[in-house]
């Protein structure tokens, strides 16, 4: 099957992604995922190319490339086409230099590209792949068994069982906005190896992935199969997310599904965090509005969530017997927070939604930061090399919400 392009430039053609046999009718009917091929240079985009790789991002959230050649500069450079207006990494120009920060300690950024980071697992000895980075470089894959509650056994692991690691959007939260797309090139990684996520939360859900594959869901997906009274709770509502977000959730622990964090009083005092500014603080809708299908995505960052503000019901809706919170609300409890937000979002990582990428060395993946959330999965031995190229930017402007016409709809 080939997804139409009109009009296209010669010799392009777009098709739905190699779907593994445990992905669900709806992610193939939402052509969730495709593969683009007949691109001359991915590092050098003519206009009409960018304008239909950029209108299939949002369309169908992921866009992969398969045997590409891109170097760092060329994919900083179609990173920053999405938004030319953004001028830094994600997470600011310094990175991540927080020592309690929860994200991956292991990332290198590309010395002529900075934007462009090395992230992987194993000794890499490739000059090309670490481009300027010394040789050798140490890169370690992030692992469950250090930031879930609880983890899969020893022995478990030995058998290939695994875990979802952390379900999260790429943003900082905190005073930058989250960025548009984030690209990844793969260039080393072992190949025709499997894993079984486990989600370890009684309802007895597994997922075969290959090793180390990114695994995505669809926020369109994830709001539209919600029951109508958690829709409407969804585009009433906004999130307010932690200042410093990765420092203070730096001693809890994730819950097994990685859609999370479990609720046992061990987050980061505020007081104690890095000095912080109450104008930093970010507050977002759940439902994040689509700029090309007008689709309302369900995007919330479940590990990073502080506290809710729920809208009253819009004048003209009509109050129903199971309606949540009609008169609004400010949610300040924790556990109370996580638990609202986790039985919306925990529909949508259900095993038949699912599209992970099975990654092959010179593969390059898009995604709609906006639109999806991910997660990596795996276990990686010592000795196993992986080698990726990662490049997002923080955004020149803010997510947009839901319309007046969308709550009225929803509500």
């Given at each position: 099957?080939?997804?139409?392009?009109?009009?296209?430039?010669?010799?392009?053609?777009?098709?739905?992604?190699?779907?593994?046999?445990?992905?669900?009718?709806?992610?193939?009917?939402?052509?969730?995922?495709?593969?683009?091929?007949?691109?001359?240079?991915?590092?050098?985009?003519?206009?009409?190319?960018?304008?239909?790789?950029?209108?299939?991002?949002?369309?169908?959230?992921?866009?992969?490339?398969?045997?590409?050649?891109?170097?760092?500069?060329?994919?900083?450079?179609?990173?920053?086409?999405?938004?030319?207006?953004?001028?830094?990494?994600?997470?600011?120009?310094?990175?991540?230099?927080?020592?309690?920060?929860?994200?991956?300690?292991?990332?290198?950024?590309?010395?002529?590209?900075?934007?462009?980071?090395?992230?992987?697992?194993?000794?890499?000895?490739?000059?090309?792949?670490?481009?300027?980075?010394?040789?050798?470089?140490?890169?370690?894959?992030?692992?469950?068994?250090?930031?879930?509650?609880?983890?899969?056994?020893?022995?478990?692991?030995a058998k290939g069982f695994t875990r979802f690691y952390r379900w999260h959007i790429d943003a900082a939260l905190y005073e930058r906005e989250a960025p548009k797309v984030t690209t990844l090139y793969g260039l080393?990684?072992?190949?025709?190896?499997?894993?079984?996520?486990r989600y370890d939360d009684g309802t007895g859900d597994e997922l075969e992935v290959p090793l180390g594959g990114t695994a995505f869901v669809s926020g369109k997906v994830m709001f539209d199969i919600l029951p109508?009274?958690?829709?409407?709770?969804?585009?009433?509502?906004?999130?307010?997310?932690?200042?410093?977000?990765?420092?203070?959730?730096?001693?809890?622990?994730?819950?097994?599904?990685?859609?999370?964090?479990?609720?046992?009083?061990?987050?980061?005092?505020?007081?104690?965090?890095?000095?912080?500014?109450?104008?930093?603080?970010?507050?977002?809708?759940?439902?994040?509005?689509?700029?090309?299908?007008?689709?309302?995505?369900?995007?919330?960052?479940?590990?990073?969530?502080?506290?809710?503000?729920?809208?009253?019901?819009?004048?003209?809706?009509?109050?129903?017997?199971?309606?949540?919170?009609?008169?609004?609300?400010?949610?300040?409890?924790?556990?109370?927070?996580?638990?609202?937000?986790?039985?919306?979002?925990?529909?949508?990582?259900?095993?038949?939604?699912?599209?992970?990428?099975?990654?092959?060395?010179?593969?390059?993946?898009?995604?709609?930061?906006?639109?999806?959330?991910?997660?990596?999965?795996?276990?990686?031995?010592?000795?196993?090399?992986?080698?990726?190229?990662?490049?997002?930017?923080?955004?020149?402007?803010?997510?947009?919400?839901?319309?007046?016409?969308?709550?009225?709809?929803?509500?």
């Amino acid at each position: 099957m080939t997804v139409a392009l009109a009009p296209a430039p010669a010799g392009l053609s777009v098709r739905p992604v190699p779907y593994a046999p445990s992905v669900g009718k709806r992610p193939r009917q939402e052509a969730f995922g495709v593969v683009v091929d007949g691109i001359k240079d991915i590092n050098k985009l003519t206009d009409d190319e960018f304008a239909i790789i950029e209108n299939l991002l949002y369309r169908h959230g992921v866009v992969v490339f398969e045997d590409v050649d891109v170097t760092p500069a060329g994919q900083h450079a179609l990173t920053n086409a999405f938004d030319p207006a953004a001028q830094e990494y994600g997470h600011g120009k310094v990175g991540r230099p927080e020592a309690a920060s929860i994200l991956h300690p292991d990332l290198r950024n590309i010395p002529a590209q900075p934007a462009v980071q090395l992230i992987g697992n194993g000794l890499v000895t490739d000059d090309h792949v670490l481009q300027g980075l010394v040789n050798p470089c140490k890169l370690k894959h992030p692992s469950h068994q250090s930031f879930h509650k609880t983890q899969i056994s020893a022995e478990d692991s030995a058998k290939g069982f695994t875990r979802f690691y952390r379900w999260h959007i790429d943003a900082a939260l905190y005073e930058r906005e989250a960025p548009k797309v984030t690209t990844l090139y793969g260039l080393q990684m072992p190949t025709a190896k499997k894993n079984i996520v486990r989600y370890d939360d009684g309802t007895g859900d597994e997922l075969e992935v290959p090793l180390g594959g990114t695994a995505f869901v669809s926020g369109k997906v994830m709001f539209d199969i919600l029951p109508a009274p958690l829709k409407s709770l969804a585009v009433r509502t906004r999130v307010q997310y932690a200042p410093h977000p990765y420092v203070w959730m730096g001693s809890a622990k994730a819950k097994s599904t990685g859609l999370g964090m479990v609720s046992d009083g061990t987050e980061m005092s505020l007081d104690d965090l890095p000095p912080w500014e109450e104008k930093h603080v970010k507050t977002l809708p759940v439902c994040w509005k689509n700029p090309v299908t007008g689709h309302l995505h369900l995007q919330v960052h479940p590990s990073a969530v502080h506290e809710l503000f729920i809208d009253p019901l819009p004048v003209g809706a009509r109050r129903q017997p199971d309606t949540l919170y009609p008169d609004g609300a400010h949610l300040t409890n924790l556990k109370e927070v996580r638990e609202l937000i986790y039985s919306m979002q925990r529909p949508g990582i259900a095993p038949e939604l699912v599209y992970t990428v099975d990654w092959k060395p010179r593969q390059l993946a898009l995604f709609h930061n906006r639109g999806t959330l991910h997660s990596i999965t795996g276990a990686f031995a010592e000795d196993e090399v992986r080698a990726f190229w990662q490049c997002n930017q923080a955004a020149s402007v803010p997510v947009v919400g839901p319309s007046e016409e969308d709550v009225l709809e929803f509500a």
